[in-house]
Every structure is written in structure tokens, then in C-alpha cells.
């Protein structure tokens, strides 16, 4: 399917898993903001992707959700199963291949915060995000805004996709920044 740079965090997700949860920009900001966008997951079955450290997950299931999780990095999913418990099902997957694990039409909702800058071809992720989502199913998903990355990282043209490495107070990560035209295509159109 597509490259993906989530192996940048092998050597970093123990310190950030231990960090994440304290940090203001994503308590204050982020999540709060992701969750507002979600429909009601009330008793529905959801896919938490890229489920990091399990905090998307858990709340979830504080919502009653029936939840399935997955993440690249291994230490991620332990996190994420110590977090639950047995009360989600939470694999370790690769998004840039295809999600064996999920059926057709499977879920209500897909929900996937801050993990698509990671891939470099979004259009077989959505794709196949089109076939595990139910027909009235939603996605929510959050992600970089590409200006900012822009600006930040002096990228020679703003409407290039460019593969970036920043330093992170618990070490360096490499991403994806693509402009929202791209952002924005309509991946079953390329079917």
C-alpha cells in the first residue's frame, strides 16, 4: 500500500507513552477538539486507529463503545492493553497494508487522531477505511496542519509532499506534510 514512518517511534514511544498524558497542547487542546467532532458512539463498533498509548480507546469504551484498536508500534498496543484490559480488542497492525483483521462494512465509526501524517499514500487508507466503514459510518479523523508544518520546516514548495524529521523532547520523528489539496482528494476516485 503505502510507506509509513510510525518506526520512528521504536525508540522513543516508552518515554513518550510516559509523557503524553501530561502534555497541555494535547489534554487542553487536541483531544478535547478531536472528541467534539465524534457522533455518538453510543453502543456502536468502532476502530481506533493508530490507538497509541489507549487514551482514544478508553474513552471510548467509557462511551459504551464496542471498541477494536491497532497500532504499528508493539510497545503502543501493550500500552493500550494495560490502559483496558480485556475490554477492547487491540491488535498490532500496519496501516499502510490492508486491515485483514476488519470485515466488510464491520464498523459505525472510525476514529484515528493524529496517525495519518505518518502515511505517505492516503488514498488506499481511505479506501480501505470506505470498505471496513459501514454505508452511514463515519470517519473522524486529525491530523498536522500542513501551513504550520510549512512554515515551521521552510519546505522549498508548499504544495509538494515532503517527508520531515523533527526533534521531540523525548527524540526525533519523521512524518509525512502534504498541502490540504492533497489532503483533500477524493480517494475513490482512484479506484
Not at 490502559?83 to 500496519?94: I, P
Not at 502515511?119 to 479523523?141: D, H, M, N
Amino acid at each position: 500500500m503505502s510507506e509509513h514512518t510510525g518506526t520512528s517511534y521504536e525508540g522513543i514511544a516508552a518515554k513518550y507513552a510516559d509523557t503524553i498524558d501530561d502534555k497541555p497542547m494535547t489534554v487542553l487542546y487536541e483531544r478535547p477538539a478531536f472528541v467534539s467532532l465524534w457522533p455518538n458512539v453510543h453502543e456502536k463498533n468502532v476502530l481506533d486507529v493508530g490507538c497509541g498509548t489507549g487514551w482514544c480507546t478508553e474513552y471510548l469504551l467509557n462511551e459504551r463503545a464496542t471498541v477494536t484498536a491497532f497500532d504499528f508500534n508493539e510497545e503502543f498496543v501493550k500500552r493500550t492493553r494495560e490502559r483496558v484490559g480485556n475490554s477492547a480488542r487491540v491488535l498490532q497492525a500496519n496501516l499502510a497494508e490492508p486491515l485483514s483483521f476488519a470485515k466488510d462494512a464491520e464498523f459505525d465509526c472510525i476514529v484515528c487522531s493524529l496517525v495519518m501524517h505518518y502515511i505517505k499514500a492516503w488514498q488506499p487508507v481511505f479506501i480501505e477505511f470506505y470498505r471496513v466503514l459501514k454505508p452511514e459510518g463515519s470517519l473522524v479523523f486529525s491530523t498536522h496542519h500542513p501551513f504550520m508544518d510549512w512554515q515551521q520546516f521552510k519546505t522549498e514548495d508548499y504544495f509538494s509532499v515532503d517527508l520531515l524529521e523533527d526533534e521531540w523532547d523525548v527524540g526525533k520523528v519523521t512524518f509525512y506534510r502534504r498541502p490540504i489539496t492533497v489532503m483533500s482528494e477524493d480517494p475513490m476516485s482512484l479506484r
